[in-house]
């Protein structure tokens, strides 16, 4: 971001250390201040939705971790444009679609709009629990999930990652990927009819942990993002 200046020293300065609490806007005020540090705490609050929402658009895991540092990258350098009109998880979602619309481009794909394509298993994804059966019975229902997902049509997919997924309004759905609101309720009922509504209720409260990014990727994007944006 011009002018911007970074710093070394820990998430800090005269207001205290940055913390889990601190909200967004506060946040980005230091940033822009020079304190860059705290530009970690951002990435870090809102990596599960930012790789959620790219691999939504993308319809796999190949690209996801380079889209989402430039998405992080793009933020940074604008992020004294912000003008709070929008949340800020709006603001960076918005960008993170559009980076990955641009590498849809690059794979020479169909456009968007039309993007029908169907795709295999996803990677199994890490899971946790008190026995070795319930980890299994999990794994089985994240990966039945995630695997319906990825037939969806890509609009269809990424109303329902928002919607479903992470939880976002109509209105904060409709303003991430400039449709109309209409167009939100249309795409999520007809992903409904494509999932199937035995599939949803068999989910359950399992449906949040779908899609997940694990702490290892986690720290790996705001590691490589902090080292392009102090250099």
Not at 76 to 85: A, T
Not at 105 to 113: D, I, L, S, W
Not at 170 to 191: D, F, M, N, P
Request: aromatic share 6%; glycine share 4%.
């Amino acid at each position: 971001m011009k002018g911007m200046e970074h710093t070394d020293e820990p998430p800090q300065d005269r207001q205290g250390v940055a913390g889990e609490s601190e909200p967004d806007e506060s946040l980005i005020r230091r940033v822009c201040a020079g304190d860059t540090a705290c530009f970690e705490v951002l990435m870090r609050r809102h990596n599960e939705r930012i790789y959620r929402t790219v691999r939504a658009v993308l319809g796999d895991d190949a690209d996801v971790e380079d889209v989402m540092q430039q998405a992080y990258v793009s933020a940074y350098q604008h992020l004294d444009r912000f003008e709070g009109r929008a949340r800020f998880s709006t603001w960076l979602t918005r960008i993170a679609i559009n980076e990955a619309y641009a590498r849809l481009r690059k794979r020479h794909r169909t456009e968007p709009a039309s993007w029908e394509d169907d795709h295999g298993p996803a990677e199994e994804p890490e899971s946790a629990g008190p026995t070795p059966e319930q980890i299994a019975e999990r794994r089985e229902i994240q990966m039945l999930l995630e695997r319906a997902v990825d037939t969806l049509s890509l609009p269809n997919r990424t109303v329902f990652v928002l919607r479903s997924i992470e939880g976002l309004s109509t209105a904060e759905t409709a303003e991430c990927l400039k449709i109309s609101e209409e167009a939100v309720k249309t795409r999520l009922h007809r992903a409904n009819e494509a999932l199937r509504m035995w599939l949803t209720e068999q989910v359950g409260e399992t449906v949040h942990d779908a899609f997940r990014f694990y702490r290892p990727r986690c720290d790996a994007v705001v590691r490589n993002v902090i080292a392009r944006i102090v250099h």
